[in-house]
């Protein structure tokens, strides 16, 4: 059984599920990845409502999709940041509320923790087929950010104390570990993006974070190669490393320059597509990442989950991107062989 290609919701969120299910199906793709945002998948009503979970599956249902993940990178991200005014643009009024900065944390992590009894209701009402998928890859998953409060030490100066980072990883365990109780308690898994602004970022900081959940059997990561490359990380030795830990793909490329630019690697405070940047995001394909590295690596690590295409192209239109990804995506992947090529030899 190959892997699924589903697309990620979140960069259309301003689409109600109905109108985005059936234009993904026409455009290729086998399931959605449900963005905890929109009208996607509603935390709260999957809790309040008996008919909830089955209703949003009767709308994939009709399309023909499945889904193998929900997302909840916007609150997780409120749960360790240093909450400003920017958090307002991705938090309900609720979990907002009047902005103090300890409320929104406390809040953002209740709704964490009901995002996994969430997650646990929806996918009990799954159909057989997406169980049967399910049972393969080993999980039931949310994806997510977990915020950092130390992303602002990213640059040594003024030096960085004695102690910063230290307690930066510890206020992340304090913070996350009653959550992954939950998760665990619901039996779900939780997958970070490693992914600049969060407390896993690259390879040492995914080691530090691990270290200080004591590795925790239902924390894991969303593996995306793009913001790996362009930092200059070794994205195929992440999988090496954490293969027993990704728990979820996302097929996004990068393109990064051979040559300075007037805006390097931080970003020049410049907008994605803007003329000179030293790096953009591109369409699957379009850009950098060595997928056909990465899907053998995902081979190694016998991992069975969804490929799950998240389209950001500054300069592409997205349906005619999302339609050239989903085929890039289908046609990269491949069962693993069971038998040595060579063994026709010993006939």
């Not at 308690?185 to 080691?207: G, K, M, N, S």
């Not at 979820?248 to 410049?270: E, L, T, Y």
């Amino acid at each position: 059984m190959s892997r699924a290609v589903c697309l990620f919701t979140g960069q259309w969120a301003d689409l109600p599920l109905e109108t985005l299910a059936k234009k993904a199906s026409a455009l290729g793709y086998e399931g959605l990845e449900l963005a905890c945002w929109g009208d996607h998948f509603d935390v709260h009503r999957a809790l309040r409502e008996d008919d909830y979970c089955a209703r949003q599956w009767q709308v994939l249902g009709d399309h023909g999709l499945g889904c193998y993940a929900i997302s909840s990178h916007l609150v997780g991200q409120a749960v360790c940041d240093n909450i400003d005014e920017r958090h307002k643009s991705i938090l309900s009024e609720e979990i907002y509320g009047d902005g103090d900065p300890e409320g929104v944390r406390s809040r953002a992590a209740q709704e964490m923790k009901d995002t996994a009894r969430a997650a646990r209701r929806f996918f009990d009402a799954a159909p057989e087929a997406v169980k049967e998928r399910l049972a393969r890859s080993g999980r039931t998953v949310v994806n997510g950010f977990t915020g950092s409060s130390i992303w602002h030490l990213l640059y040594s100066f003024p030096p960085i104390a004695p102690g910063q980072l230290e307690a930066g990883y510890e206020d992340f365990a304090t913070r996350w570990r009653p959550i992954l109780d939950v998760f665990a308690q619901v039996d779900v898994c939780f997958a970070l993006e490693v992914h600049p602004t969060e407390i896993a970022f690259d390879i040492a900081t995914a080691r530090r974070t691990l270290a200080a959940i004591d590795g925790h059997p239902r924390f894991g990561f969303n593996f995306d190669p793009s913001h790996f490359g362009y930092q200059g990380v070794d994205y195929l030795g992440f999988l090496r490393e954490f293969g027993e830990r990704v728990f979820n793909v996302h097929v996004k490329d990068v393109w990064w320059s051979d040559s300075p630019q007037a805006i390097g690697v931080f970003g020049g405070h410049a907008n994605f597509g803007e003329d000179g940047r030293f790096w953009d995001f591109r369409s699957p394909g379009r850009g950098r990442i060595d997928f056909e590295g990465v899907i053998r690596q995902l081979g190694h690590a016998n991992y069975h989950g969804p490929l799950t295409v998240e389209w950001e192209d500054p300069m592409m239109d997205r349906e005619a991107g999302a339609r050239e990804a989903a085929a890039f995506t289908r046609a990269l992947d491949f069962e693993r062989s069971d038998i040595a090529f060579d063994d026709a030899f010993s006939e």
